[in-house]
Structure formats: C-alpha cells, structure tokens
C-alpha cells in the first residue's frame, strides 16, 4: 500500500473550467484532500488513525495567519461513526452551481482531470469520499434518496475495505447558502484588512477560487468550493480609495498633514495588530492566485 492513488476532479462548461481543480490521493491508509494549485500550502488529511484536521502544510505557512508556534491545524475532528452497515462517509467536497464561473481568460483543460457538467441552478455537485467494505463484483454504493451516484475511483485501503470517490448532484440547502453568504462577508474584511498586493487585481490569466469549511453536526467533514471575483470589484474599490486619501494628504500643507497621518498610522497599527489573530476563514485567503497551465501536483 506504498504506491500513491490520486484523481483530480473539476466541473467545466465546454472548453472553460469553472470550479477550482480537487485533488484526492491516498498515501498508504492516510487521505488527503486540496485545491491542487495549493495542496503544497493546506491541505485536508484524513488519517487512519481516525484523528481528522484542516492544516496548513509548513509552520512558515501557518504563521501567516496563526500566532508563531501554534498548532498548523485550523480544525480537528474525528472520524464519523459508520452511517450504514458497509461504511463510512468521511468526507464531502461542495460545488455550488451558484459559485462557478469561467477564468476571465480561458486556459486549455488539463487531460488529467476528471471534468464533471455544470448542475443546474440552485443545485450542488456533492463530491464524497467514503471508505466501504469490498462489494460483490457489479454493486456500487447509492446515497438514500439520490438516483444520480457515480463512482469517479476506489482503491483498497486493506484486504477487506475500499476508498470510493462518488459524485452526485444534489440541491442547495438553505443552511448551506446561508454558509456561503457569511464566508463571503468574512472573506472581504480580511482580504481589505490583510494589505493585499492590488498589482495582480487585473492579473488576465488569474482565476479567483477559495474554500470555506463547513460546520457539519453529523461530524463528517465538509469543504465548499467558493468564487472569489467578487473581490476584484472589493479591493479595487478599496485601493481606489486609499489612492484617493493619499493624493488628498499629498496636497495638504505639512502641519495639516501631520495632525491627520499619526491618527491614521495608530489605526493601521491597530489593524495589523488585530490580523494576526486566528480565524476558522484565514485559510480562505491563501487560495486566491493563478491557474495556470503550467501547474501540475
């Protein structure tokens, strides 16, 4: 069981992709799930000793955003207790229909991705990640209530058990949505309060993506798949403005100038100050950058 097994999966529309790339492998009995562009950053690790976390990869990362020697883990949990009589759903990756768009500029689609069709409106592609017991030859595990299950790859965790990638759409729920409407809101104030580069706003090849983690009361791990173009208009909005203060100050005689930039100076201080504390989103930010063709995990 030392050879790694790995499927990539995304969903597009015609030549354009518009969800993030998911990456799923298994290494020895140990899952791990990312966004392939950063899987080298955070990454998903669903361990067989049962002991579940969302973690930054290095402790370089992790102090970015977290206080210097605190646990790389944003969140830990155990493994859910079976749910059926076979298995165990571990994990679930969300693909809202609401949060795809295309790359502002359209990259050719990598040939080692598994590209799933767009869901309808107001519907979710559910990929799941579940650990069964090895199934009669032609059988296939079914969720209660969903007709549409596929089965993208399983692989042998041990003589007696499989792990399966299945897919299937299903509709948004209203808990869900409401999730998503808050991750958006915290992702903005962070990303204005953060001192974000605004060079790479008009980056023409960029394609926005981001994750939230989901609060999930079965216990299984949740992770949704989340468009971040919004925050083009967010922070140019935000830059136009400070640009704006600063032409303002630049024109102001110096003792004017000098009574208002040491208030000023004491707020962004109190700012930077007040970022470093920890956020279950802070790790949204760090999957804002470019797709390119070139990037390959």
């Known amino acids: 069981m030392g050879r790694e097994r790995v499927i990539r999966v995304g969903v597009a529309e015609g030549d354009s992709a518009l969800s993030a790339v998911w990456r799923i492998w298994l290494n020895g009995s140990d899952v791990y799930v990312a966004i392939r562009n950063i899987a080298g950053e955070f990454k998903t690790s669903l361990h067989a000793s049962g002991v579940y976390r969302h973690a930054f990869v290095t402790d370089q990362l992790s102090e ?11 969140s830990k949990w155990n493994r859910p207790p079976p749910q059926a009589k076979a298995g165990t759903l571990l994990f679930q990756i969300l693909i809202p229909e609401s949060e795809l768009q295309p790359a502002r500029h359209g990259l050719p689609l990598a040939r080692d991705v598994v590209w799933l069709p767009r869901p309808p409106a107001g519907a979710v592609t559910y990929l799941s990640v579940l650990e069964l017991v090895r199934l009669a030859p032609g ?3 079914q969720f209660e209530g969903v007709s549409n299950t596929t ?5 042998p965790t041990d003589p007696r058990s499989m792990l399966w990638t299945m897919v299937f759409v299903a509709p948004i729920t209203g808990e869900q949505a409401e999730q998503i409407a808050s991750a958006r809101v915290e992702i903005t104030r962070q990303a204005v309060q953060r001192d974000l580069s605004g060079d790479h706003l008009e980056e023409p090849r960029a394609h926005w993506r981001g994750f ?4 999930s009361p079965d216990g299984v791990g949740r992770i949704v798949d989340l468009n971040l ?15 704006h203060c600063r032409a303002r100050l630049l024109s102001m005689g110096e003792p004017r100038r000098q009574a208002l930039v040491g208030p000023i100076v004491k707020l962004v201080r109190g700012r930077t100050d007040r970022r470093r504390t920890v956020s279950p989103t802070g790790p949204i930010l760090r999957v804002i950058g470019r797709r390119t063709a070139s990037t390959s995990v």
């Open 139 to 141: 059988l296939m595990p």
């Open 151 to 155: 089965a993208l790859a399983s692989w």
């Open 229 to 243: 173009e919004f925050l083009r208009e967010s922070l140019t909005a935000a830059y136009t403005a400070a640009a």
């Open 64 to 74: 970015q955003f977290r206080p210097v020697g605190a646990d790389r883990a944003v």
């Open 212 to 215: 939230g983690l989901l609060q």
